[in-house]
């Protein structure tokens, strides 16, 4: 599954002079607005939208990875009592991977069992021991042990290993782009690119849209 987001949220609302104003998820310049930032502004309604191109383009220049897909509107009116929520849902699946200090270049880690290695210029994390004067040590004999502690493979004693980072791993990307909009004590609208399903929240009544 390709790692992109192609839908956002748009609350609308009425200013004080009664006229129609929006609030994008993503901005034209790209930038992400998060939902807590609004939420007292009260909603007349809720879309669910998908990208534009020259919105696309901003969040791409802003390493946010939108796209621009053909897909349906949803509309929502809010009523003034209501609890409105909208999120990825907790599908979402962040992944990540590993950025070369030494070299600056990106690859994605497969293998957990081995320590990362830049498939560039061969940096690894370096670990040392205070207890025994080593560096560099050799990273196949450093293994994690069921606490997650790495000790000295070389001290009769078990002492902790000391890490220096050449690696850094970076936080990526959602999966999935699985929206959820929660009128609280209502319903629950779960939108999959041109599917929607619709769970009730009040036990003994269903929903019709
Ligand atoms: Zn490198
Ligand atoms: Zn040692």
């Known amino acids: 599954m390709s790692a992109v987001i192609e839908y956002q949220w748009i609350k609308i609302y009425r200013d004080e002079n009664n006229i129609e104003k929006f609030i994008p998820q993503f901005t034209s310049e790209g930038k992400q607005q998060h939902w807590t930032e609004t939420e007292n ?16 383009t901003a969040m791409q220049a802003n390493k946010i990875p939108g796209v621009a897909v053909p ?12 609890k409105i929520k909208a999120y990825w849902d907790n599908e979402i699946q962040l992944t990540n991977h590993f950025y070369c200090k030494t070299c600056g270049t990106q690859w994605k880690h497969m293998d957990s069992k081995k320590w990362a290695q830049c498939p ?31 000790n000295c493979p070389y001290c009769e004693i078990p002492y902790g290993l000391n890490r220096t980072r050449y ?8 999966e999935n782009t699985d929206y959820a909009i929660e009128v609280a004590g209502k319903f629950k609208i779960i939108i999959r690119k041109d599917v929607i399903d619709v769970e009730s929240l009040q036990p003994d009544l269903t929903v019709e849209l």
């Open 41 to 56: 502004v009260p909603l007349t309604k809720l879309v669910i939208a998908p990208i534009s191109p020259e919105v696309a």
């Open 71 to 82: 897909l349906p509107v949803w509309n929502f009116n809010i009523l003034p009592s209501d």
């Open 167 to 174: 690696l850094e791993r970076i936080q990526d990307v959602i």
């Open 120 to 150: 560039n210029c061969g940096q690894t994390d370096e670990w040392s021991c205070k207890q025994c004067g080593r560096h560099n040590i050799n990273k196949d004999l450093v293994k994690k042990n069921a606490r997650g502690e790495t």
